[in-house]
């Protein structure tokens, strides 16, 4: 029998696989299209199992679309720039473009041995100079229609390195690299005005029926609508105002005192000279702290009087501003007014500092302790002037238009999400587009003149100051618009703008005159399937979406949402950790694969667990799907060599070859309905096993087989098998004598005919307990089988009275006697 020689049959396969341009994606076709897309990598180094298991799940797909007649493109990239080849440089003195291209050869390598079926034609690299020209490009779009924007933003500063640090790179407030304790700094920085597009991307996400549910409600609560109404409190004895976002204006008259944010640039503008020093090591701590946890509903409240008040509009009544640790700037105004009678937060901030609380709504029944805590629920307005006795909801509307009658403020909505600063002090990205002139002040650097290039002749300092400031000869040139001397922005691009469109580029990735064929990318557009992590939920899937939103309004593409249908899968865990070098669990497939074979660790990736689930791994369990493999192996070929059978009537068959033929078109119909079902490919791996166990009971003692079901079975087998074990199915497929590639046929239609049972099994119980089994003509009446049923068991019915037949159809008799 032939020996199962993974090594050597995967080599062969993946080598006629690409001298046959078998995955070469025409870019027109009769077929219908398909896009299936994975997100692509950051080349940091060798990819592990855990990594895998996103490539394989998207090439099952990709493999079974194929089968079924689309025009698949399938391709792959990697997304190069970023922070970590940036250390490399400093840490080994090695160039970020070098240590990048290494990491991609490797990990190009690695996906090479697993059979993946990518158009490598259609690779792209986002550091490369014919991609990030594009990006640049895009900025420029924006910058065009008056979405790209400068302003002054708050960002980590280490004094003694000068520059600004990530907030990966700030531990326990203090420098990463040098110690120094970071201050935090007001800088001009690039943004991207996604908030224009607040509104279009929460609808966005109802039409998005192919997305799951908590991906959605992720992204709704990240962009986070709220109505309510803006109201300005005058600062008493000043001509300023502090204006308010409030979803609750019901509340107004509850207001004791003001709340600003640490960040906002209103602390350090009201604070009186006697305050200031007090205040500003108030924020040189606070600023340092994780924001999302000092303002969380646990943190400890802690604030210092600014030594003014406001003005209650409402009520002439002053009241003490604060800066406040609990209050967020990036939402809503940076600023609140503060209602402690009805609010967690505002109650636990005037019980920690001795500020009033009073209740301006009570409940409908009862009555409430608001000194104990805080009545945040609807109910009846008090202690409110005229608008006393009205319920919240309506005390809502007529306090807003009083508000808007008086010119207090007006009604308003607001987002949680805040523009995409998109600036960064690092070399390792791509450049933004832009030079200032002394004369023409901010000047785009034109279109013709991109891109923008990364010199490479650069020095890494020990400091991590980027080297784009230090390179006089990127740094100085002309004016685009006056050819007077001028400087570039020595910032780069987020690489979150390198990833948000990169999927529009795989329709012409070597198109050098523009970024992509429109005509193209409507065809291709959107991606059919996308496949990654849940944790792109948020940043990636709605940058990419607002992208896609902006180029659909300048005309550039025809649709405004870029992937149809979203599939996040779970991580692969090793001794219950996520895989990482520092904890020493990586399983890296490159051992995988040598051991027991690229279609091997296929299968046992999928086979673990539910793809969508985190799932443990097993070196038994590999162990496992190996020996399936070897036994599915071995009985394909023990078919193979009963072909010569002299039975070859398919209509002539046996109860047992009729079972056997009803359980490979089962497993065909439910291979089928498992992928298209939510990708099951675990319990279709499961149905394969099920059919291969029933085949060997089948050829081990079968005396006379029927050759022209063997040949089915092993046609349809090698079929089935060839989107999880490709390598093993091609294999299969010479060997049955086929002169085509299985990667080319068509996927198997199962026979409603051959699932139609001719006879059934009745377990019999007589009082609940089981006597014996019934086979039966499926057409059989149900008399016929209770009294089949009464024969079968005569002698535990024999001499007692039969009360009562219960039957359940198909399935079991139960004869109760006294």
Request: aromatic share 12%; charged share 25%; with cysteine.
């Amino acid at each position: 029998m032939k020996e199962y020689a993974s090594q050597e049959i995967e080599v062969k396969w993946q080598r006629i696989w690409s001298e046959q341009k078998v995955f070469d994606t025409p870019q027109r076709s009769d077929k219908p299209k398909y896009y299936s897309l994975v997100m692509f990598p950051y080349p940091s180094g060798t990819l592990h199992v855990g990594h895998v298991k996103n490539y394989v799940i998207g090439d099952i797909i990709a493999r079974y679309k194929r089968m079924q007649g689309y025009n698949v493109l399938h391709p792959f990239g990697y997304d190069a720039f970023g922070l970590p080849a940036e250390n490399a440089a400093i840490a080994h003195k090695i160039h970020p473009k070098k240590w990048t291209i290494e990491n991609i050869e490797i990990i190009r390598s690695q996906i090479k041995k697993l059979g993946i079926s990518y158009d490598w034609n259609r690779e792209i690299i986002t550091c490369t100079e014919d991609y990030y020209k594009w990006t640049q490009w895009i900025f420029l779009k924006l910058y065009e229609a008056g979405l790209a924007y400068k302003k002054p933003g708050a960002v980590n500063w280490c004094p003694s390195c000068q520059t600004v640090l990530a907030n990966e790179q700030v531990k326990e407030g203090k420098c990463e690299r040098c110690g120094t304790t970071v201050t935090v700094k007001y800088l001009e920085q690039w943004y991207f005005k996604i908030t224009s597009y607040a509104e279009r991307l929460l609808k966005g996400l109802d039409e998005l029926k192919g997305w799951p549910e908590h991906v959605k409600t992720m992204q709704r609560n990240w962009i986070g609508k709220s109505t309510g109404a803006e109201i300005d409190f005058p600062i008493d004895g000043t001509e300023q105002k502090i204006r308010v976002f409030t979803t609750r204006p019901d509340t107004i008259y509850g207001v004791t005192f003001m709340a600003i944010a640490p960040e906002s640039p209103l602390v350090l503008e009201l604070v009186t000279a006697d305050k200031r020093a007090e205040v500003e090591d108030f924020l040189a701590r606070v600023t340092l702290e994780d924001r999302f946890k000092r303002t969380s509903l646990e943190a400890k409240k802690e604030g210092i009087f600014l030594g003014r008040y406001a003005v209650n509009p409402l009520t002439g009544e002053k009241i003490p501003i604060y800066v406040a640790n609990y209050i967020l700037y990036e939402y809503g105004t940076g600023s609140i007014m503060a209602v402690p009678g009805h609010d967690q937060r505002d109650f636990d901030f005037a019980k920690e500092y001795g500020l009033p609380i009073r209740m301006v709504i009570k409940p409908k029944d009862g009555e409430y302790n608001i000194y104990e805590r805080p009545y945040e629920g609807e109910g009846i307005i008090v202690n409110s002037g005229v608008f006393n006795g009205l319920e919240s909801s309506e005390g809502r509307e007529e306090i807003v238009r009083y508000i808007e009658e008086k010119g207090y403020g007006r009604r308003s909505t607001q987002y949680k999400i805040r523009d995409w600063l998109i600036s960064r002090q690092r070399y390792w990205g791509a450049p933004i587009p832009v030079v200032y002139c002394n004369k023409c002040g901010i000047v785009p650097v034109p279109e013709k003149d991109l891109p923008v290039r990364l010199p490479e002749n650069v020095e890494f300092l020990p400091t991590g100051q980027s080297p784009l400031t230090l390179s006089e000869e990127f740094k100085h040139t002309t004016c685009p618009k006056c050819g007077g001397p001028a400087h570039r922005e020595v910032e780069t691009m987020d690489t979150f703008v390198d990833s948000s469109w990169y999927y529009l580029r795989y329709a012409n990735p070597k198109l050098d005159e523009k970024p992509f064929e429109t005509e193209d990318v409507n065809y291709w557009l959107p991606v059919d399937q996308y496949i990654g992590g849940v944790e792109h939920a948020i940043l990636h899937l709605l940058y990419s979406r607002f992208i896609t939103k902006v180029l659909n309004d300048l005309g550039y593409i025809d649709f405004d949402e870029p992937f149809e249908n979203l599939f996040t899968q779970g991580m692969i865990y090793k001794d219950g950790w996520k895989m990482s070098k520092s904890k020493g669990n990586v399983v890296s497939p490159d051992d995988m694969v040598e051991k027991y074979g690229a279609d091997t660790l296929r299968m046992y990736i999928l086979f673990m667990a539910p793809p969508e689930k985190d799932a443990e791994w097993n070196d038994a369990g590999i162990e496992g799907i190996h020996r399936f493999i070897k036994r599915l192996w071995n009985n394909y070929y023990k078919v193979l060599n009963l072909l010569n059978s002299s039975n070859r009537d398919p209509h002539n068959l046996t109860s047992e070859e009729k079972s056997l033929r009803r359980k490979l078109h089962s497993v065909i119909k439910k291979i089928k309905e498992d992928i298209e079902g939510g990708f099951k490919f675990n319990t279709a791996i499961a149905g394969l096993m099920e059919f291969n166990n029933q085949l060997m009971e089948y050829i081990d003692h079968v005396q006379d087989p029927n050759s022209m079901l063997l040949e089915e079975i092993a046609e349809k087998i090698a079929l089935i098998l060839s989107p999880f074990a490709p390598h093993m199915a091609e294999e299969m497929w010479k060997d049955l004598g086929k002169d085509t590639l299985i990667v080319n046929e068509k996927w198997p239609e199962y026979d409603p005919q051959a699932l139609e049972q001719e006879e059934m099994t009745i377990v019999i119980q007589v009082n609940g307990k089981v006597r014996g089994k019934l086979v039966l003509p499926v057409d059989s009446s149900e008399d016929e089988i209770k009294n089949a049923a009464i024969k079968q068991v005569s002698k535990s019915v024999e001499g007692k009275t039969i009360t009562n037949i219960i039957y359940v159809k198909e399935k079991l008799v139960n004869i109760v006697v006294k």
